[in-house]
């Protein structure tokens, strides 16, 4: 089955730049999709379709997808970002859905 | 407003069973493929299963640790999924999210709208 890995934690200063990878064999080639999650919440899409943001997530978020790595980035951190981000693609051999194994994101 | 309200959690014993619903109101839920996505405590979220809408078929699929003992149901009617959970196991242990799938945005088979969740616990 295919498997999404991604850094356990990410430490990121206030104003600064936090950026999140998601390896995964040739992801480039599939659609991949970020969710943010803060404690005792439920996951909120942030960006789908490796750049596209829903309605209503600022522009601080962004995502790119090329070769092996998916990547989330977040400009201008602020305190509320701090979250686990998790990346999610879907598998069309099997018809399922896959996904990473979550980053904690620490605002210092 | 578009939302998503799971009921039916609470505390089983191993072996048991266990029927969890998903009300969806503030979108076309006919034309919706629904899932579920569980997070045992601690962990990270995990796929359990999909269906499909009527008219794409209505076909399930799940992820391997419950296929066989899981089942997936929708009642249009209703606008209600459901998730029947048989032969529950401690690792089964959980909070249960229902989610629509491409259903708000134009994404490519993502998890769109998510309800608040609902908590399963597996233990004697």
């Known amino acids: 089955s295919y498997v999404l890995t991604q850094p356990p934690s990410v430490s990121v200063a206030p104003g600064q730049t936090a950026r999140i990878t998601c390896g995964g064999n040739n992801i480039g080639s599939k659609s991949v999709h970020w969710y943010q999650q803060k404690p005792g919440q439920a996951p909120v899409l942030v960006v789908h379709?490796?750049?596209d943001r829903p309605s209503g997530i600022p522009e601080r978020f962004s995502g790119s997808n090329s070769g092996n790595t998916a990547t989330l980035t977040i400009s201008r951190v602020e305190a509320g970002d701090e979250a686990d981000y998790y990346c999610?693609?879907?598998?069309?051999?099997?018809?399922?859905?896959?996904f990473g194994n979550g980053a904690k994101v620490t605002v210092l | 407003e578009v939302q998503l309200v799971e009921s039916g959690g609470g505390l089983v014993k191993p072996g048991g069973s266990l029927r969890l619903s998903c009300a969806a109101s503030?979108?076309?839920?006919?034309?919706?493929?629904m899932s579920w996505v569980r997070q045992a405590p601690g962990k990270g979220l995990e796929w359990v299963g999909h269906?499909?809408?009527?008219?794409?078929?209505?076909?399930?699929n799940y992820a391997a640790p419950v296929k066989g003992r899981f089942s997936i149901s929708r009642h249009d009617s209703r606008n209600t999924v459901y998730l029947q959970m048989n032969s529950l196991k401690t690792e089964d242990t959980a909070v249960y999210y229902c989610?629509?799938?491409?259903?708000?945005?134009?994404?490519?088979?993502?998890?769109?709208?998510w309800g608040q969740g609902t908590m399963v616990t597996v233990s004697s």
């Open positions: 503030g979108f076309t839920f006919t034309n919706a493929w």
């Open positions: 999610q693609v879907r598998d069309s051999s099997s018809d399922s859905y896959v």
């Open positions: 989610s629509t799938i491409s259903t708000v945005t134009t994404s490519l088979f993502a998890f769109d709208i």
């Open positions: 379709d490796d750049t």
């Open positions: 269906i499909k809408s009527k008219p794409d078929g209505g076909t399930t």
